[in-house]
């Protein structure tokens, strides 16, 4: 069909390639309808001889490498100048031989196997590539081989053309027999004939050949031919051809064994060649292959032109079903080189801040800008919907994507670019791929460029040098600089961020709640979307995956997996650790991430964690012992000390690189600016408070118990809060009282309940929580180390007596803060331990005096106070001889005896003892001390109760400041008052004057210096008209010079709680 005569090389527009010149060129050009003179071309930079004619109106040039010169390096050579030499070239075709690879199971139709002389087109459908390196991929542990090179398909016109051949293929209206017609014109038409059927030999893949290359087999042992249906007479007329995916590589493979490995690596190929590599480096094209031996060691030559005559005839049918037209109206290459593996994330919602200074940053001339974030936020779909828009925006602004996961997915993106630029040499087997793209990137003469370097997670992987030297390159000097190029880069950790982009970073935090809706919904099948609606369900399942987008994602795909609701996955979740660890760990299919890399969103943080391991092993240390404590308010000080402070420094930087962990600076700074100066350095605050993400403190638990190591590090954890946690030391409450919820997680591990540590650490919370008039708590803390101890050490043990004991006090302390009280279980907990610890100790032991002081409180607490005078008075007695007069415990003692004394109206003789019982304590104590403060409130009481104002005059001027003896004595003037039936004015006096005390001391007093405070408060409360007056009394805010942990207004509280008000 003849056409408009082509007069210069920009005339023709189909490049038909055959690189076997001596085999391939011949049929391709008995296929022209007419040949032409080649028209001139500049021969210094192109030395390709060309042929050029029409096929159906089809200007086409056909090319051939140089007699002996093939593969894909010599391809490469031949394409690179035949594309400028021909700039409207608009379609390509590479014809000739391959070999065969015969599928793994023989079809009962002979015609749908791969057979000798059939043709193989590169065009599987599946929406896979068409053509695959088979020489490039890696081994995984699972024994499976990934392949992680592929080229560009064919233009689609050429794929839509071979749907048509293929539907005329079945309906047997081809005109396949006029082509093969075109081959007899040659004088050696038997060249092209069909070798006849007992030629088609198929060996077993082990079994080699025997014998020399022209032997035909004939030495073979025939018994290890394959058994597969045969092909009749009638068929070896017909040209069979079959759409498939084709192997490329740079070696002839004769090897049955690894033609099969090839057919497994390749996801199914029907051929394998050595030249389509290197014509795709300068212009994707479709692959055309006629089959000439089955890639063994039988091959031979007797196949090889009936085979390329095969592939030539095939390709002028395709043309034939193409209107020249449609080819020279085609646009050529006229769009920017897009290089982008990963498809637009359906499920990108939101993060228009983030977006927007992305492509703004980027749109600036040499720029570079870092992502970073946690694991799972989404910084990988967020640099994809940029590169996205990019294109739409920016249509003349090429985009390249470098995974760098690894040295070879940087490497292998990078030798992609180069195919993809065409650049001369690419293919070349010694060329130096990363050092000619950076140098193409880097000349401005190439334009507008984007570059993505995602996923560097492994800083190394940039950094280290490729060869031993200090000299030698990195992969970081392979990145192209150009005026008119940018680069991002995502990271999950900041401080590599920082040295990719310096200042220039972008950090991507939690989603919004719109926007993790929206990420749902999207992911969510249509018949589950509805219940994005359901706010209060929705709204648990986003605080639990709290916000993260891989989370999400992970969660809905189980969703929709399993068929199940929003709740029936939050139910899953609560359920246990356990569940949710298995949750968090549940692998699913998400075609925006890395086929090489883990989707579920815990394992994205094990990668993270095992590099963190490897190269910071105190940061390691360090996460792991924050897996065992609660997850939020860490004090830096509770961490376990090693190494140097520039160490742990450092340790506490990784973490919060990898943004694992948060520091609550911020917060800190807030609550000291509150104290005064004074009370800061006496506070002794930690410096620093962490939080750790919650999904990351489950999912470290989980890699913890999955490595055997929860055990040890749990029993560490627990040793070092013994370490840190006192028995409630006044002085130094803020810091033990931050280490106190970390405390009850630790002993709350179940793995950890018979652990000998874990009774130590139980005795501290129990006297923390006394201290801090937790009594319910302590209650229960008390119980659990009794009946441990009891079971351990025997009920007559000294530690089991102790803790008997402090059971003891927990429950007289609840009974002075309820009506219903538990005075009487008390009194007999303490008799019974007075009974074993005399029996045990002895009458004059320390512990048996402890006891029986406790057991006298007790008594007095129960208005018993002739009772719990004796009691007081033997123990005083035993304690001065014992443990002399100027012991703490014998202080106590006189003290809870003048108590018992004034409670029976004998006020001279609790004065002076309280005076006596001060002045010691002054001494031995401090002024400061609560124990002095105590003895100090309850003289005034007596002096209130005996209507003495001899001291409202007098100060006390180191411990209260200005404030006086005197102010304490109008405190309890007015609390008796009131009791009397007196104005209800004096209640609001006496909390007052007792905050104020509180704020000065900055620390808790005993119970005892408040008793006769909170007797009156009792009386009032007991009277229903005026209870709701004494709740806005403790609920008004406080003087801002108040202390917030007043001791009055917290025994109150927990009274009306515990009396069910």
């Not at 010599?74 to 390509?92: D, E, Q, S, V």
């Not at 839509?160 to 081959?183: N, P, V």
């Not at 989707?599 to 095992?610: L, R």
Request: charged share 25%.
């Amino acid at each position: 069909m003849a056409g408009i005569k082509p007069t210069s090389c920009a005339d023709y527009h189909v490049a038909w390639i055959c690189p076997v010149a001596n085999l391939e060129l011949l049929p391709a050009v008995l296929m022209l309808d007419e040949e032409h003179p080649t028209p001139p071309y500049d021969t210094h930079y192109d030395d390709n001889n060309y042929i050029c004619g029409t096929i159906n109106g089809h200007a086409v040039v056909v090319a051939s490498c140089p007699q002996g010169e093939t593969g894909n390096v010599n391809a490469g050579r031949l394409t690179g100048p035949m594309f400028k030499t021909f700039p409207n070239i608009r379609m390509a075709v590479l014809v000739g031989i391959g070999g065969g690879i015969p599928r793994v199971e023989a079809p009962e139709d002979p015609l749908e196997d791969v057979h000798l002389g059939d043709v193989v087109v590169g065009w599987p459908g599946d929406s896979k590539p068409a053509c695959v390196y088979h020489e490039r991929g890696r081994s995984k542990v699972d024994g499976q081989f990934e392949m992680v090179g592929t080229m560009q398909n064919p233009d689609w016109r050429l794929t839509s053309a071979l749907g048509s051949l293929a539907m005329d293929y079945e309906r047997g209206s081809t005109t396949f027999d006029d082509q093969l017609a075109r081959l007899q014109r040659h004088k050696k038409t038997k060249k092209f004939a069909h070798p006849g059927l007992e030629h088609d030999k198929l060996f077993e893949a082990g079994y080699h050949h025997v014998g020399g290359y022209r032997s035909k087999c004939m030495t073979c042992d025939q018994s290890k031919l394959v058994q597969r249906p045969q092909r009749t007479e009638e068929d070896q007329h017909t040209l069979v051809f079959h759409q498939g995916r084709i192997a490329t590589g740079n070696a002839v493979v004769q090897d049955g064994e690894l033609r099969d490995k090839i057919r497994e690596r390749c996801d199914g190929a029907l051929c394998v060649e050595m030249e389509a590599a290197g014509v795709d480096a300068n212009r994707r094209c479709l692959v055309v292959r006629g089959i000439s031996d089955y890639a063994d060691s039988h091959k031979s030559d007797m196949w090889r032109l009936h085979a390329a005559g095969n592939a030539a005839a095939f390709t002028r049918e395709l043309l034939c079903k193409i209107q020249p037209a449609t080819v020279r109206n085609m646009e050529g290459v006229s769009e920017a080189p897009w290089l982008v593996p990963l498809p637009r994330p359906q499920s990108f919602v939101g993060r228009k801040t983030q977006l927007a200074q992305l492509t703004t940053y980027t749109l600036l001339e040499g720029r570079r800008l870092a992502v970073y974030g946690l694991g799972g936020c989404g910084k990988t779909a967020l640099a994809l919907e940029a590169a996205y828009q990019t294109r739409e925006q920016q249509p003349k602004r090429a985009v390249f994507w470098v995974p760098a996961i690894s040295q070879a997915s940087f490497e292998q993106a990078y030798q992609e670019i180069g195919q993809l630029l065409r650049i001369p040499g690419i293919a070349h087997a010694k060329a130096d791929v990363k050092k000619l793209v950076k140098a193409r990137l880097s000349d401005e003469g190439f334009g507008q460029w984007l570059m993505i370097v995602d996923n560097v997670d492994d800083d190394s992987i940039l950094f280290n040098p490729l060869k031993e030297g200090s000299g030698a390159d990195r992969l970081i000097d392979y990145l192209p600089r150009s005026r008119k190029g940018s680069i991002v880069f995502t990271t999950r950790i900041a401080k590599v961020a920082n040295d990719l982009a310096e200042s220039n970073v972008i950090e991507l935090g939690e989603l919004g709640k719109e926007e993790a809706k929206n990420v749902l919904r999207t992911r969510l099948f249509p018949n589950h979307q509805h219940q994005v609606e359901d706010e209060a369900t929705v709204g648990e399942f986003l605080d639990m995956l709290t916000f993260l987008a891989l989370a999400i994602v992970q969660a809905a795909a189980f969703i929709n997996q399993n068929d199940i609701n929003v709740s029936d996955y939050v139910q899953l979740y609560r359920a246990s650790e356990e569940e949710v660890t298995q949750l968090l760990s549940e692998e699913f299919q998400d075609q925006g991430r890395y086929r090489e890399t883990k989707n579920p969103v815990a394992t994205t943080w094990y990668i993270s964690f095992e590099q963190i391991r490897e190269r910071d092993t105190l940061a390691a240390d360090h996460l792991s012992f924050m897996a065992c404590t609660a997850s939020n308010d860490i004090p830096e000080l509770m961490m376990p000390v090693q190494g140097s402070q520039v160490a742990q420094t450092k340790a506490i930087g990784t973490l919060k690189a990898y943004a694992f962990i948060t520091e609550q600076e911020a917060a800190r700074d807030g609550r000291r600016g509150q104290q005064e100066p004074e009370q800061q350095e006496r506070m002794q605050r930690p410096t620093k408070v962490f939080d750790v993400h919650p999904l990351v403190h489950l999912a470290m638990r989980g890699w913890l118990k999955a490595h055997d190591q929860w055990l040890d590090w749990a029993a560490k954890a627990t040793t070092r809060l013994v370490e840190v946690v006192p028995y409630g030391d006044h002085s130094a409450r803020e810091v033990w009282a931050a280490y106190l919820p970390h405390a009850r997680h630790v002993v709350g591990v179940p793995e950890m309940h018979e652990a000998e540590a874990r009774m130590w650490l139980l005795d501290r919370i129990g006297w923390c929580e006394q201290m801090l008039g937790q009594y319910k708590a302590a209650e229960g803390t008390h119980r659990q180390l009794v009946e441990r101890r009891e079971r351990v050490m025997g009920k007559e043990h000294p530690e089991t007596l102790k803790s008997m004991n402090n059971l003891a006090e927990a429950l007289t302390g609840q009974g002075r803060l309820s009506r219903q009280g538990k005075y009487a279980e008390a009194e007999r907990m303490h008799r019974e331990t007075l009974a074993l610890t005399e029996k045990v100790l002895g009458k004059e032991h320390p512990e048996t005096l402890a006891s029986m002081n406790n057991l006298g409180l007790a008594l007095c607490a129960q208005g018993r106070y002739a009772e719990a005078e004796k009691m007081d008075r033997e123990t005083l007695a035993l304690s001065e001889k014992v443990l002399g007069k100027e012991h703490p415990n014998t202080l106590m003692s006189m003290n809870n005896l003048a108590g018992a004394s004034m409670e029976q109206g004998k006020y001279a003789e609790a004065e002076q003892m309280h005076r006596e019982t001060m002045a010691l304590k002054e001494e031995v104590l401090g002024k400061d001390h609560p124990d002095t403060l105590m003895t100090m409130n309850n003289l005034a009481q007596v002096l209130s109760d005996q209507g003495s104002r001899r001291f409202e005059s007098a100060t006390y001027p180191d411990a209260a400041g200005e404030r006086s003896i005197a102010t304490l004595s109008l405190a309890d003037s007015a609390a008796c008052i009131h009791a009397a039936g007196g104005s209800t004015a004096s209640l609001p006096l006496a909390e007052s004057t007792t905050c104020i005390v509180a704020a000065a001391r900055g620390s808790t007093f005993h119970w005892a210096a408040h008793e006769h405070r909170c007797s009156a408060t009792r009386k009032l409360v007991g009277k229903a008209d005026d209870m709701h007056l004494l709740r806005d009394l403790i609920g008004r805010p406080l003087d801002e010079k108040l202390h917030k942990d007043c001791v009055d207004s917290r025994y109150v509280n927990a009274y009306t709680e515990d009396s069910g008000w």
